[in-house]
């Protein structure tokens, strides 16, 4: 596996993947209400695309296929960390991570985590800071504030 960059030519594929992974990886934690709210099939993904062009962006790569992204902003805001469907629990998320910490010193890193993807963040270090309750698109989704010194 290589983690490298984002380039804006991976667009397409990472949106792919964060639909799938959304719709397969969170199902047993949201209904389909709120996965589609959270990544509609048809949709734009422009807090997606603003995201990835404008923060420190790192995609994972395993035969030529997108299998992982992460991104950061300049305050230390992990905004999404996703990983393909079929790659899941094969430390994906982790190298990710850790590529992020080793090429970014955050003194504090922050992540709002689904229920889903809360364990991963506390393995990781992360504590919980409240949980809230968020509004997409018309549907309620609990997820976490953590954060990680």
């Known amino acids: 596996m290589e983690i490298r ?5 991976d667009l397409s594929e990472i949106c792919q993947l964060f639909h799938n992974s959304v719709h397969s990886v969170n199902a047993s934690h949201y209904n389909e209400r709120q996965l589609d709210a959270w990544a509609p099939e048809n949709n734009d993904h422009a807090h997606l695309k603003n995201a990835l062009r404008n923060n420190n962006t790192y995609v994972a790569v395993e035969d030529n296929q997108i299998v992982g992204f992460a991104d950061i902003d300049e305050n230390g805001y ?9 790659y899941q629990r094969k430390g994906i998320a982790t190298a990710l991570l850790k590529e992020i ?8 890193m922050e992540t709002h985590a689904s229920i889903t993807a ?10 919980v800071e409240k949980a809230q309750d968020v509004k997409i ?4 989704l609990r997820n976490y504030v953590m954060k990680k010194s």
């Open 5 to 9: 960059r984002y380039h804006e030519t």
């Open 78 to 86: 992990l905004d999404h960390l996703f990983v393909h469907k079929d």
């Open 101 to 108: 910490e080793e090429r970014h010193a955050y003194s504090q």
């Open 118 to 127: 809360r364990p991963f963040f506390e393995k990781m270090g992360f504590s």
């Open 137 to 140: 698109r018309g549907e309620k």
